[in-house]
């Protein structure tokens, strides 16, 4: 609500007049809105609640938003968003980050480590051997190794069965 108060600037010497001024004076006041005549100015409040509520909300969704991490490969920003760091044995691939959502993080995850272990293939020896080789050749050798014992201990074992019938381990084995 307005009013326009008449103030006294200055008072008037002996040959004026007293300088009266107005000004336009607002002053807070209770209204009535309900009705067609308050509908103009309770939809304005109405559209300023809604408008504080919504900043408000998008304030708090900015700041949890921004403690997510973003995926690497699609941009999802959410919290199953996840960082992996390859730990490699090199300072090249030390600290390899990946950071990936819950369908891409295993991906990163997997090309992370498929690259450390490519550089600590190629990583030579003491003896000018390559890693990588070195340690295929020593598996193999391994394994062949593991696969000669196995036939020797075949080559054994058939003298044991033919101590039992051979029609029952075979139909026991037919029932399993
Ligand atoms: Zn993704």
Redesign the pocket.
């Known amino acids: 609500m307005s009013y326009e108060p008449p103030r006294l600037a200055h008072p008037g010497r002996g040959d004026s007049q007293d300088i009266i001024v107005t000004e336009k004076r607002v002053v807070p006041t209770l209204v009535d809105l309900i009705g067609a005549s308050g509908y103009k100015c309770w939809l304005h409040l109405k559209r300023l609640e809604i408008a504080v509520d919504k900043k408000r909300s998008a304030d708090f969704m900015a700041q949890t938003d921004s403690k997510n991490g973003t995926?690497e490969?699609?941009g999802?920003r959410n919290g199953a968003v996840r960082s992996f760091r390859a730990i490699g044995p090199t300072r090249a691939t030390q600290g390899i980050r990946v950071v990936?959502?819950s369908?891409?993080l295993p991906l990163l995850t997997a090309a992370a480590e498929k690259a450390v272990a490519e550089v600590a293939d190629d990583q030579l020896l003491a003896d000018e051997r390559h890693a990588g080789a070195a340690a295929e050749g020593l598996v193999a050798a391994r394994l062949s190794a593991r696969l000669d014992s196995q036939q020797d201990t075949q080559d054994t074992q058939p003298s044991e069965p033919t101590r039992k019938t051979p029609s029952k381990t075979t139909r026991k084995a037919g029932v399993a």
């Open positions: 995926c490969l699609c999802l990936g959502c369908i891409h």
